[in-house]
């Protein structure tokens, strides 16, 4: 490659191959080569331009981030102002614009376009001759500032457009925004580095793009969907807002694949419906839905009024935030002894449900967020998870609130309370704490362990505080009599309970072993004790050594195992299930199967629905495969449950086998 039109060429073609597979990654998430051959071209590109300083253009792949930091960003008066929306808040707020909208247009229906309000910062992107000129924050809606040299980082962002199909100029506008996953990635990275935590996406993307150093952006995995077009010149736009998107995808623009069309009312409350139902398994984070006239023409009929269009209005989610007193801290006492400290809130609703208590990890956890008694809190909901605290609101402090200490005795049984070395939990030093045999009682009857149903917390609270059953094995010697003394249980419910105690007598052995509740004992490794030995006596009978070689967590899981089958305690508890009946060993089918993932390597990603992940490890090394945790060239097969993320994009990059759950299941046999 000696000729400089040799150069030029293959400059030429390796940006041409960048810009294609970046589009493939980073816009529609569907990457054909593996990282390491796209790395293999950049280096081969930034080599030459290096080599040929004269030959880099501004939209070159490798002129992402640009020169050193500013002091100050530039303003940038806004051609055509970026206005904002009007929010509805219930059904009734949806219908009444639904019903204005069709009085002002004088006709009865309309077609609309259902987006996701993205929760991230809103900018504004200038292409001059199809170049990325300027990017711009909303600012006031009239002048933003000018962080394009950072918003040129974020690579789902083009730097410049087919000029053939572009307008000479044109401003399109989008959100930026952190998905969850780089959120919380970011978030633990500066745990680590004992930096402040962002509260919520939006700030962190909004912290990341207003960044003096393009740099520090673009070590952020920032993102966007574009969600229309402020003006153009040189080029009619397409008719309605919904081919406007596809025009815009077409230039290499990433727009929000979940955009709907409605053309009714109902339609619209259909879709929000679903999206309330499916935003906790989202990429990204959506306050709420965004309803939009489709057509232009009837957009511009409708016009504006303060500030706010009347062709589009903003259906809000339930807000999974809130902010409340923080009442009191409290101490919980699990079933291996850990004190857990949990929050007494004053109640308040979020998306809807009354939250009255939150999670508070350990000690360290609280005086590294430095949240104390009395104060202000924000308190966050994701999904279906516990409610969490985010923080105090150091703001609203009077001065009377109070540092939260681990009580030196167990608030249970008054034994002395101890921090391991190395451990983040206090706990109780008695093992006979009536606090943690009920927990491990539980813990026994709970969904992962022995699955029974129909014994939750309060029958097991009234079961032992009767002295009716002391420990796991007394369930299955619970008769129909002992469950009639308890107040409101009538000879059906109790049927039912006796019937659900004896079905679970046939639980696999993992779930077994993971049941009996044995200190740092969790699904995985009880899979693992499951898949090496056939019954629970081997393990019982193991030295430390044994154990410990078959995981690489060490020696601690394996004298935590050894230590608990010394106490007469527990082996009482193994021959009262022994006595009752309960499966104590593997299943004979299990043994006799042919190995028929012999030689296969898995990894999971993502959730499966039937199997847990344990399980599904498990079940692999059953059957003679092997399950790894990270996706390679040797991997045999990914499989892909819900929400599943890098791995599964790499696995496709790689041109690896991609199964789902049921594939899977048919492979081994039990689908
Ligand atoms: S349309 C006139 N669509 O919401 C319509 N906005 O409150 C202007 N936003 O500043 C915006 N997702 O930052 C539109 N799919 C979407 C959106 C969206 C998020 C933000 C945007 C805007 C704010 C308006």
């Not at 409605?262 to 879709?271: C, K, M, P, S, Y």
């Not at 430095?370 to 609203?396: C, K, N, W, Y």
Request: proline residues 5%; aromatic residues 6%; negative net charge.
């Amino acid at each position: 490659m000696e000729s400089p039109a040799d150069v030029r060429e293959r400059i030429d073609s390796l940006r041409k191959q960048i810009l294609y597979h970046n589009h493939q990654y980073y816009v529609l998430d569907s990457p054909e080569i593996s990282d390491e051959e796209y790395d293999r071209l950049f280096a081969e590109l930034r080599a030459l331009e290096q080599q040929h300083p004269d030959l880099i253009a501004p939209d070159s792949p490798t002129q992402r981030v640009g020169a050193g930091p500013v002091s100050a960003f530039g303003v940038v008066e806004h051609r055509v102002p970026l206005l904002s929306l009007a929010n509805a808040f219930a059904p009734d707020d949806l219908a009444a614009w639904w019903r204005r909208t069709s009085t002002l247009l004088g006709q009865l229906e309309f077609d609309a376009v259902c987006e996701p309000k993205i929760d991230g910062l809103a900018v504004a992107l200038t292409y001059v001759n199809g170049l990325l000129s300027v990017g711009a924050t909303r600012g006031d809606g009239y002048h933003g500032e000018d962080i394009t040299r950072n918003l040129r980082t974020v690579k789902s962002i083009p730097l410049s457009v087919p000029r053939e199909s572009a307008p000479t100029r044109f401003e399109v506008r989008g959100e930026v925004y952190l998905p969850r996953e780089g959120f919380r990635r970011l978030n633990e990275h500066r745990m680590q580095e004992g930096l402040p935590l962002f509260a919520n996406p939006r700030n962190a993307a909004a912290g990341s793009v207003r960044q003096l150093d393009p740099a520090v952006t673009a070590e952020r995995p920032l993102d966007i969907f574009v969600y229309g077009l402020g003006w153009a010149e040189g080029k009619a736009r397409p008719p309605t807002h919904y081919e406007t998107l596809a025009w815009l995808r077409d230039m290499g623009f990433k727009t929000n694949p979940l955009t709907t069309r409605a053309g009714t009312l109902e339609e619209t409350q259909r879709i929000r419906d679903r999206w309330v139902d499916e935003r906790p398994t989202w990429s990204f984070e959506a306050d709420g839905m965004v309803v939009k006239v489709n057509s232009v023409h009837l957009q511009e009929e409708l016009g504006t009024v303060a500030r706010e269009p009347r062709w589009a209005i903003a259906y809000k989610f339930a807000a999974l935030q809130g902010t409340t007193r923080l009442k009191e801290i409290r101490v919980n006492v699990g079933r291996t002894g850990s004190l857990n400290p949990y929050a007494v809130l004053e109640p308040v609703r979020i998306g809807g449900v009354l939250i009255s208590q939150a999670t508070l990890h350990n000690e360290e956890d609280i005086h590294r967020k430095d949240i104390r008694e009395g104060d202000m809190v924000i308190i966050q909901r994701a999904g279906d998870v516990i409610p969490e605290i985010v923080g105090p609101v150091t703001s609203l402090r009077t001065g009377s609130e109070q540092v939260f200490h681990m009580p030196a005795n167990c608030p249970v049984c008054g034994a002395e309370v101890t921090k391991p070395a190395g451990e983040a939990m206090h706990r109780c030093t008695n093992a006979a704490c009536p606090a943690q045999a009920l927990e491990r009682i539980k813990h026994f009857v709970s969904r992962n362990a022995m699955d029974i149903e129909g014994v939750g917390e309060k029958l097991c609270d009234a079961l032992f505080a009767r002295g009716i059953v002391k420990d796991a094995g007394d369930l299955y010697s619970l008769t129909k009599a002992d469950l009639l003394q308890l107040e409101r249980m009538g000879e059906k419910s109790a049927e039912n309970v006796l019937a659900s105690i004896a079905a679970s007598k046939d639980r696999p052995l993992g779930r077994l072993l993971f049941a009996l509740g044995i200190p740092h004992v969790g699904q995985e490794y009880a899979e693992l004790l499951a898949g090496r030995y056939r019954s629970v006596d081997e393990p019982a009978a193991a030295g430390i050594d044994e154990l410990a070689e078959l995981s690489s967590v060490g020696p601690t899981i394996a004298g935590s195992v050894v230590a608990f089958f010394r106490l007469d305690r527990n082996r009482q508890i193994v021959e009262k299930l022994r006595a009752a009946h309960v499966t104590l060993s593997r299943k004979e089918t299990q043994e006799s199967a042919n190995q028929p993932l012999a030689g296969l390597t898995f990894v999971f990603t993502g959730r499966l629905s039937r199997l847990s992940r344990p399980e599904a490890e498990a079940m692999v090394a059953r059957l003679g495969g092997r399950a790894g945790q990270d996706v390679s060239r040797n991997t045999s097969y990914v499989v892909v449950g819900e929400d599943a993320g890098s791995k599964a994009t790499k696995a496709r990059a790689l041109g690896l086998k991609v199964i789902d759950e049921a594939e899977f299941l048919q492979m081994t046999g039990e689908g």
